[in-house]
């Protein structure tokens, strides 16, 4: 991980399945690089190689397994005699929780939402396999709007930054009709992505970025 200290902070987060946890792994902005969780706590990351805590990261279940930890990796883990780490989404599938920390002193916060959003079911399901993946994306949806909802109280009882949102199903700044439309309809089931595909996402994604500062936050945009 100590590759990355000369770069801007990033966290790669996944989540404990031992302590039920947000599990992050933490460096850059020319700080010690850390991991670990609050709860069995944290220690130094900077031999950590950056692909394991991408893994760790992205360990999507049930397709890829989660990743173990020893004790002879991350010390706490002693505790328990292991843990495993599974993808961040678990726990926090926005990934706004260490924006919320304090040691992580931010003015704004800016949230590109690029999950795929709830639309209504025509044709409700009645079994099995189906009604279990239309009952999360519902949970899902439930978990979206708690968190919008903690980052604006916070920020509103002056213990945070202030929110900037945006879905990718948004219309609100899209820079060509069909965008939105386009994008939201792009799959995230691991395969590799087009170019044409890239092309939208980074233009839809940057003129919604720039419809929110405008409106929300034009004092950004001032010049000194």
């Keep these: 991980m100590s590759a990355l200290r000369n770069g801007p902070r990033i966290y790669f987060n996944a989540t404990n399945l031992a302590t039920?946890?947000?599990?992050?792994?933490?460096?850059?902005?020319?700080?010690?690089?850390?991991?670990?969780?609050?709860?069995?706590?944290?220690v130094d990351a900077a031999e950590y190689p950056v692909c394991r805590a991408v893994a760790a990261s992205s360990a999507f279940p049930p397709i890829f397994p989660p990743l173990r930890m020893d004790p002879e990796v991350y010390s706490p883990a002693e505790r328990l005699g292991y843990v495993t780490l599974t993808?961040?989404?678990?726990?926090?599938?926005m990934g706004v929780n260490p924006l919320l920390l304090s040691r992580n002193k931010l003015d704004y916060v800016i949230?590109?939402?690029?999950?795929?959003?709830?639309?209504?079911?025509?044709?409700?399901?009645?079994?099995?396999i189906l009604v279990l993946r239309e009952s999360l994306s519902i949970m899902m949806e439930q978990?979206?709007?708690?968190?919008?909802?903690?980052?604006?109280?916070?920020?509103?009882?002056?213990?945070?930054?202030?929110?900037?949102?945006?879905?990718?199903?948004?219309t609100e700044g899209?820079?060509?009709?069909?965008?939105?439309?386009?994008?939201?309809?792009i799959r995230t089931d691991l395969r590799r992505?087009?170019?044409?595909?890239l092309a939208v996402l980074a233009r839809?994604?940057?003129?919604?970025?720039?419809?929110?500062?405008?409106?929300?936050?034009?004092?950004?945009?001032?010049?000194?």
């Design 193 to 197: 992505l087009s170019s044409e595909e």
């Design 204 to 224: 839809h994604g940057g003129s919604l970025l720039g419809a929110r500062i405008a409106t929300y936050a034009p004092e950004l945009l001032a010049t000194p």
């Design 20 to 42: 039920g946890n947000l599990f992050f792994f933490v460096a850059g902005g020319e700080v010690a690089e850390e991991m670990g969780d609050y709860e069995l706590g944290v």
């Design 87 to 93: 993808d961040s989404g678990v726990y926090d599938n």
């Design 143 to 170: 978990i979206r709007g708690l968190e919008f909802d903690r980052i604006e109280h916070r920020h509103k009882a002056g213990m945070g930054p202030k929110p900037l949102w945006c879905s990718i199903d948004s």
């Design 174 to 185: 899209e820079e060509i009709p069909g965008d939105a439309a386009f994008a939201s309809l």
């Design 111 to 128: 949230i590109n939402d690029g999950g795929k959003p709830f639309t209504m079911e025509e044709r409700p399901t009645e079994y099995g």
